[in-house]
């Protein structure tokens, strides 16, 4: 089994692993929290092994072998959904997680953006037609996407375009903690100059990675939370097999040269973002998915719809016009007939200099 909360060095307390009174874990003991992850990577990067060793179970089942004659052929990315019930330190957590199989594996990943862009946006769009509700359903689920971790292929030298894409155009939207894929293809020198060229990317385009330290009002959280940004990318080794020595249980990946223990912290960094997804961030990650995230959008969405104070007394003094202008049309059809009928010139000139006055 994996330890509750790893420590990341020496000098960071334990305060994380106990949850505030006032804060949004605490609240959420016992009636539970709805938390929804969404994995994107291209295939081989280990989302599958990654999923099922986070939950501590066999979420998703190994995949049968490709057939040969389709192999060579791309298909479309697809969203699985996968709903898990957890408890993490007391904490029930109703975990959806949301795969992307398929992303990347063409040679044009345009519609793929786009998919994960409207997708994204769109349980946005839930949230905001339930609120504008008169009556809300007080059973419904958020179905908002709180924090997508996205796997970088090790490829050894510094960001794709594939990787920029992606980031530059969801940042806005959701949470992004980019991971290192099959970290175990390094040596310790390689990892450490990968991370260094990918952090190096990130910052050089300004892309819009998840920021641990966007909250700065709590001094003791921000110092850990700035040892946690020297991990970014995290390098994540997964496994499916569980060892068992006079120590206990352990998880291990096995190689022809010997064995990873892939909650050892000194070996991967898979012990940590564990914690920190289902555990000491989880809070963090909600809180600014509704109050950052989701309010900007929608402040742009209400905007574009026209929605604003300015806009509504505009349509208002619009439908004054209109019916000021109907009511004259209406009283001159009037007069009008009644000109015809009793060959009343003078009431029609009556009307027609009333609305001249």
């Known amino acids: 089994m994996a330890p509750s909360a790893p420590s ?15 804060s949004y ?9 709805t938390y929804n992850i969404m994995l994107v990577g291209q295939a081989g990067l280990g989302r599958r092994t990654f999923l099922n060793t986070l939950c501590e179970r066999a979420v998703i089942a190994s995949p049968e072998a490709p057939n040969p004659e389709t192999a060579n052929v791309a298909d479309p990315m697809k969203f699985d959904t ?4 957890m408890e993490e330190e007391g904490t029930r957590i109703s975990l959806t997680v949301i795969d992307t199989p398929g992303f990347g594996d063409g040679l044009d990943n345009t519609s793929c953006f786009k998919q994960l862009q409207d997708y994204i946006e769109a349980q946005f769009d839930e949230v905001l037609v339930e609120e504008s509700r008169v009556k809300r359903n007080r059973r419904y689920r958020d179905h908002r996407i709180h924090v997508l971790v996205y796997f970088i292929a090790p490829t050894g030298h510094s960001l794709r375009e594939l990787d920029i894409e992606l980031i530059r155009r969801l940042g806005e939207y959701v949470n992004i903690i980019p991971v290192i894929g099959r970290a175990d293809s390094f ?32 001094s003791e959280a921000l110092v850990e939370n700035r040892e946690i940004m ?20 352990v998880r291990i990946r096995r190689y022809p040269w010997g064995t990873i223990e892939i909650d050892d912290e000194a070996q991967c960094d898979f012990a940590l973002l564990r914690y920190i997804l289902l555990n000491s961030h989880i809070a963090d990650l909600i809180n600014y998915t509704e109050d950052m995230l989701y309010e900007n959008y929608r402040t742009k969405k209400l ?7 300015n806009d509504e007394e505009e349509d208002d003094d619009e439908e004054d016009q209109a019916l000021s202008a109907s009511k004259k049309q209406d009283s001159k059809s009037k007069a009008a007939a009644i000109a015809d009928t009793d060959g009343g010139g003078d009431v029609l000139g009556k009307f027609d200099s009333g609305f001249d006055n």
Request: aromatic share 12%; with cysteine.
């Open 8 to 22: 990341i060095n020496s000098t960071m307390s334990s305060r994380m692993a106990t949850a505030r009174p006032s």
């Open 303 to 309: 905007e574009v719809g026209g929605y604003g104070e």
């Open 230 to 249: 020297d991990h970014i990318p995290f390098s994540v080794v997964t496994c499916d097999e569980v060892f068992d020595n006079e120590y206990g249980s």
């Open 82 to 85: 996968y709903e898990v019930a």
């Open 187 to 218: 040596t310790v020198e390689e990892l450490d100059a990968f991370r260094a060229n990918v952090m190096r990317d990130i910052v050089y385009y300004k892309l819009p990675v998840y920021n641990f330290c966007w909250d700065e009002t709590d």
């Open 25 to 33: 874990r605490h609240k959420s003991e016992k009636r539970g929290m």
